[in-house]
T-cell receptor, first 111, second 117 residues
Framework: GQNIDQPTEMTATEGAIVQINCTYQ??????LFWYQQHAGEAPTFLSY????GLEEKGRFSSFLSRSKGYSYLLLKELQMKDSASYLC????????????FGKGTRLHILP | DAGITQSPRHKVTETGTPVTLRCHQT?????MYWYRQDPGHGLRLIHY???????DKGEVSDGYSVSRSKTEDFLLTLESATSSQTSVYFC????????????????FGSGTRLTVV
């Protein structure tokens, strides 16, 4: 089976840095995604990690450790528009490209 | 832009009536998926398709059926709507671009907010 865990909610201050953790257990791992979802909107792609290490893209970075079943999304220089839910999702091997989603972390940004 | 649209965007229907949601894509993607999203549950897979007339069940398929008679269209039908099917429904395609070696995972449609009263 598969299980993806991430915190339900987090709060951070504008201009600060926040790290959202995700742990997973799957029967066959083939990559991890992070998506951002603003209230009332569809999820949108943020990052994809398939190898261990850090991927940096502007203010956002994503880290993966396959041996530990662990990932994190790092958001720097937080802006009010970063208030959203962040979804961790795992792609499984040979499963018709199905992606399993965590329940998401709702991030609140305080001024 | 993966060119994926859903219709309708909002719908209110009565318990026991059939409802069909439509997903349309313009870029010939093979795989298409229907998810529902509910508070406390996240995104859950209902059904998916891996080609014309090729479909399979996801984790919450009871009460739903799908059809894919053309590559571009993937229909989700609630055969007899119940209040437990009140949800936001998202269609998605798997967006892998081998020429750019970019894997974007899913690209989602804008969603359909369905209320069953």
């Amino acid at each position: 089976g598969q299980n993806i865990d991430q915190p339900t909610e987090m709060t951070a201050t504008e201009g600060a840095i926040v790290q959202i953790n995700c742990t997973y257990q799957t029967s066959g791992f083939n990559g991890l995604f992070w998506y951002q979802q603003h209230a009332g909107e569809a999820p949108t792609f943020l990052s994809y990690n398939v190898l261990d290490g850090l991927e940096e893209k502007g203010r956002f970075s994503s880290f993966l450790s396959r041996s530990k079943g662990y990932s994190y999304l790092l958001l720097k220089e937080l802006q009010m528009k970063d208030s959203a839910s962040y979804l961790c999702a795992v792609r499984e091997v040979n499963r018709d490209d199905k992606i399993i989603f965590g329940k998401g972390t709702r991030l609140h940004i305080l001024p | 832009d993966a060119g994926i649209t859903q219709s309708p965007r909002h719908k209110v229907t009565e318990t026991g009536t059939p409802v069909t949601l439509r997903c349309h894509q313009t870029e010939n993607h093979r795989y298409m998926y229907w998810y529902r999203q509910d508070p406390g549950h996240g995104l859950r897979l209902i059904h998916y398709s891996y080609g014309v007339k090729d479909t399979d069940k996801g984790e919450v398929s009871d009460g739903y059926s799908v059809s894919r008679s053309k590559t571009e269209d993937f229909l989700l039908t609630l055969e007899s709507a119940t209040s437990s099917q009140t949800s936001v429904y998202f269609c998605a395609i798997f967006n892998y671009q081998p020429d750019k070696q970019r894997n974007y995972g899913y690209t989602f449609g804008s969603g359909t907010r369905l209320t069953v009263v």
